[in-house]
């Protein structure tokens, strides 16, 4: 088991990193993010991107507008290079496209980004796009409770049917690809909220391969991605990402974000997206692209503390079980783990001997740590995932997926790891 395993994208020297100039593409994805999609001229000189705060965007001719429009219509293809004028900020806007730019580098395996106003638009937008009445989708349990209820009680209404495969059971997965008629997309979320149960995304990769028309493999990278997995790259068709939690790093906004191999499958999903107006605003493309240069810093920082301080804490008589790769006892999950992920990452579940009861004390004690819902920012926060975010189960589905009553997630931070230690040593003593 890689225990010592190291974050993969610090930062080492290498005999490659002599300075000897290479091509303006070969840069590496922290030099690319922080020096492409902005051009400082066309802001005044000014070194970070203005805010183009506006609704609305000057042709420069009619002609031009008549262009742009049959473009944003698709009557009319974009020649390459060409950029069409901007028309108005719920198609794109100036810092959703200096942002899309940016993320791409970021994301192995991606030419093309859309961002969007919280990771559920981003989500509803794909599975709106893709699907029609009729269709079916197959999802990995357990599965965010947002995502739950955007399946079960919107889109089922609908007619679209939503397929639950337990995460991780590969032959019920390649099974179900196989089988299921008008399967148009298969959404895995990897690692799973809260278990961190893992999906073999080549394996689903292959599976829809095989079928005569192959469905849409989408992965809901939030928890490792994009630094430490990268699920495009192992054939996936769509990454999406809540860019609240590590992308944006500080639980100050909300926004989603969508990257993909294809081109033309963002620019369907772009569309979709200038119908419902769901795109990130002005400000908020703004701020998280300031985030983006400190990502693999944060990422790297706060999963090197999470393995820690799981190490600390996995042989404690109150702690029943861990959830954390490192400590993953099935052999498969372990292959899966090795073979797709570079670390761990900084979200870890702990079950606490004494079920709901203890699990409510252990967060009552805890001083540094806020009870509080979501994850990936700076300050460590914990949750108990079956009375909150995944409260939408039933307890047969949240029993049959692990959520048990003991179960307390915590997604760790920059804080000082002796101190974190520290807090859910002294949470534990207290239950
Ligand atoms: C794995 C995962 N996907 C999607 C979402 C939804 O993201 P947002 O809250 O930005 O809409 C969340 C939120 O917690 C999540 O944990």
Redesign the pocket.
């Given at each position: 088991m890689p225990r010592s395993s190291r974050p993969q994208n610090d930062p080492v020297e290498t005999e490659s990193d002599t300075p000897v100039r290479r091509d303006r593409d070969a840069n590496h994805p922290e030099t690319e993010v922080l020096t492409r999609g902005f051009d400082p001229r066309l802001s005044v000189g000014s070194v970070r991107p203005a805010v183009f705060r506006s609704s609305t965007f000057v042709f420069s001719s009619p002609e031009a507008a008549e262009r742009s429009f049959a473009v944003a219509l698709g009557k009319e293809h974009a020649a390459p290079n060409e950029n069409t004028e901007l028309i108005y900020a719920r198609l794109s806007h100036p810092n959703a496209e200096i942002l899309e730019d940016q993320i791409v580098p970021l994301d192995r395996g991606a030419t093309s980004a859309a961002v969007f106003n919280?990771?559920?638009?981003a989500?509803g937008t794909v599975l709106l796009s893709l699907c029609r009445p009729g269709s079916a989708i197959i999802h990995t349990v357990p599965i965010?409770g947002?995502?739950h209820h955007l399946l079960y009680e919107m889109l089922l209404p609908w007619g679209i049917n939503p397929i639950p495969v337990p995460a991780g059971d590969g032959p019920a997965l390649e099974r179900a690809i196989h089988e299921t008629p008008n399967l148009r997309v298969v959404f895995l979320?990897t690692p799973a909220?809260p278990t961190l149960r893992m999906t073999d995304i080549c394996a689903a990769v292959q599976a829809s391969s095989e079928r005569n028309e192959p469905a849409r493999i989408v992965v809901?990278n939030?928890?490792l991605g994009p630094v430490f997995q990268h699920p495009l790259e192992l054939g996936a068709d769509l990454c999406?990402y809540?860019?609240?939690?590590y992308l944006a790093g500080f639980s100050d906004m909300?926004?989603?974000v969508i990257t993909a191999r294809d081109p033309e499958l963002i620019e369907r999903l772009k569309s979709t997206r200038a119908l419902l107006g769901n795109i990130l605003q002005a400000d908020e493309s703004w701020l998280l692209d300031s985030r983006l240069p400190t990502l693999s810093l944060r990422m790297n920082h706060q999963s090197h503390n999470a393995a820690q301080i799981v190490e600390s804490l996995a042989d404690h008589p109150k702690v029943e079980r861990i959830h954390y790769p490192m400590y993953f006892e099935e052999p498969e999950q372990r292959r899966i783990f090795s073979a797709q992920c570079d670390h761990p990452g900084a979200v870890f579940s702990l079950e606490i001997a004494g079920g709901k009861k203890a699990a409510f004390d252990f967060i009552r004690h805890l001083e540094i740590t806020r009870n509080a819902?979501?994850?990936g920012g700076m300050e460590s926060l914990a949750c108990h995932p079956a009375t909150t975010?995944h409260s939408e189960m039933s307890p047969e589905e949240l029993e049959r997926a692990g959520v048990c009553g003991g179960l307390v997630r915590i997604s760790v931070g920059l804080e000082d790891v002796r101190d974190l230690r520290q807090d859910y040593l002294c949470a534990l003593d207290s239950v």
């Open positions: 919280s990771g559920m638009a989500i965010y947002g995502t979320e909220n809901d939030t928890f999406v809540s860019a609240t939690k909300l926004g989603g819902v979501s994850l975010t």
